[in-house]
């Protein structure tokens, strides 16, 4: 289990700038960001989203509850990588392990 934990591993190498995208305009994020093709993280363009309150919790945290009771059979693709396999999970069986993974990680 370890050794297909610290394979899946992201290794992160430079820091992505994070902009304001109510602040920036058009013009400014496409000539810093889209013409050099570079990296950004874009935040407040979806406060205001009923979505984005019911799809999660207060802290921030995906709404697992919520998604599952409302969007349990629905399929989503998912990426393992050991072994490197891709495949369709429904929404319900991702949100029971995700659950488990939280329960276990704070013992």
Known sequence: ???TVK?????????????DGLQTTY???RDQYMRPNSPVLISGLMDH??????????CGAPNLDYLS??????HVQVFRCIPTLLERLNLTSICRTVTRLRAFSFR
Do not use: T, Y
């Open 27 to 29: 013009e400014e994020f």
């Open 1 to 3: 289990m370890a050794e």
């Open 69 to 74: 009771s409302n969007f349990g059979n629905s």
């Open 7 to 19: 394979k899946c591993r992201l290794r992160v190498v430079a820091q992505v700038p994070l902009i």
């Open 49 to 58: 989203w009923r979505a984005f309150d019911a799809w999660s919790s207060p």
